[in-house]
């Protein structure tokens, strides 16, 4: 499990002006709307530098401090890659798409719990949630939530 989420390979072009994801493990580019641009560079770059540190922290020598920072960016890594891969099929799946204003509901959703304290443990989510008068059904519903749809992810 490991090696598939360090290995995890993307990645993010821009072609004639449009942004085109491919995720290797599904080889078709898909077209990113221009709403979601930012959010997906950020992520695209984040993931980047949280395998490269996994990779980096794999050879150091083993020690207990080392293995638990190796597991945090492992998990950081894991999550970020199921992020981009729901964003993906959100694009194949969502009628609406071929709107410019169409916004990812799980982009919205991970950005928004990023600019509350970086909230993604499940008790940690709840607390977010709450202060954002927002539940996951508002997000999938596109209830608009200005600080992520004003913010320039």
Same mark, same amino acid.
């Given at each position: 499990m490991t090696d598939v989420i360090m290995?995890?390979? %993307?990645? &993010? *072009? @821009?072609? #004639? +002006?449009?942004y085109k994801l491919t995720i290797h493990a599904s080889p078709t580019p898909v077209k990113?709307? #221009?709403?979601c641009? +930012? =959010?997906?560079? &950020?992520?695209?770059?984040? %993931? +980047? %530098?949280?395998? /490269?540190?996994?990779k980096a922290l794999q050879d150091l020598p083993k020690s207990p401090v080392v293995d638990e920072e190796l597991q945090i960016y492992i998990f &950081? /890594? =894991?999550? @970020?890659? !199921?992020? &981009?891969?729901?964003?993906?099929? *959100?694009l194949q799946t969502d009628t609406n798409v071929v709107t410019t204003k169409w916004r990812s509901t799980h982009l919205d959703y991970?950005? !928004?719990l990023a600019l509350h304290d970086n909230a993604f443990t499940k008790e940690q989510q709840a607390v977010a @949630?709450?202060?954002m008068k927002r539940s996951w059904t508002h997000l999938r519903e596109k209830k608009p939530y200005k600080k992520v749809? *004003? /913010?320039e992810w």
């Open positions: 290995n995890y390979a %993307l990645s &993010l *072009e @821009l072609q #004639d +002006n449009i990113i709307p #221009d709403k641009v +930012n =959010a997906i560079r &950020l992520i695209v770059h984040q %993931l +980047n %530098l949280y395998q /490269s540190t996994s &950081l /890594s =894991a999550y @970020l890659g !199921a992020v &981009l891969a729901v964003f993906r099929q *959100e991970h950005i !928004a @949630l709450k202060k749809q *004003e /913010s």
